[in-house]
């Protein structure tokens, strides 16, 4: 008859081992999507800056994005003076127009209104546009009028 007796520590070492491999793989994992982000932001194209229209409008254009399969246009901005927002960016039948430079595509046809009403100064906000028959591509460029002025060449992403 033979005796097996087991090594006491060979569990805790085995579990050691275990930790330390799962701490290293979430700071690989870590390190290689903060890499990316800060890769896709060195990449994200400018957008021009006019204190002509933040002053008139009271906000500033972050970007604009394609979303839903390019169906939907993303306009982020962020308020700057929330009473010349709420004319400018706040007006549910008076929106904002984009003006497409590659074709001469006007859209106007806003999305996603509810959170006009509350409008504080810093905060970032979003318009959601209908890309009417795909009108607007990634890579254009776009004007965006507001308040009577108008931010030209607008990158979408």
Do not use: C
Request: no cysteine.
């Amino acid at each position: 008859m033979s005796t097996r007796t087991l090594n006491p520590g060979g569990a805790r070492d085995w579990l050691r081992m275990l930790v330390v491999v799962v701490v290293v793989l979430a700071v690989a994992v870590t390190g290689a999507v903060w890499a990316m982000d800060s890769t896709a932001a060195r990449n994200r194209p400018t957008v021009p800056v006019s204190p002509a229209v933040e002053n008139a409008s009271g906000v500033r254009i972050l970007r604009a994005t394609l979303a839903a399969d390019g169906g939907l246009i993303d306009v982020r901005y962020v308020v700057l003076n929330r009473g010349k927002a709420a004319t400018s960016v706040g007006v549910v039948d008076d929106p904002p127009v984009l003006d497409n430079d590659r074709n001469g595509a006007a859209l106007q046809t806003v999305l996603a209104m509810q959170h006009r009403k509350d409008l504080r100064n810093g905060g970032t906000y979003f318009l959601i546009y209908h890309n009417t028959n795909m009108s607007v591509r990634r890579g254009d460029r776009i004007d965006i009028t507001l308040a009577g002025v108008t931010l030209n060449n607008v990158p979408v992403e």
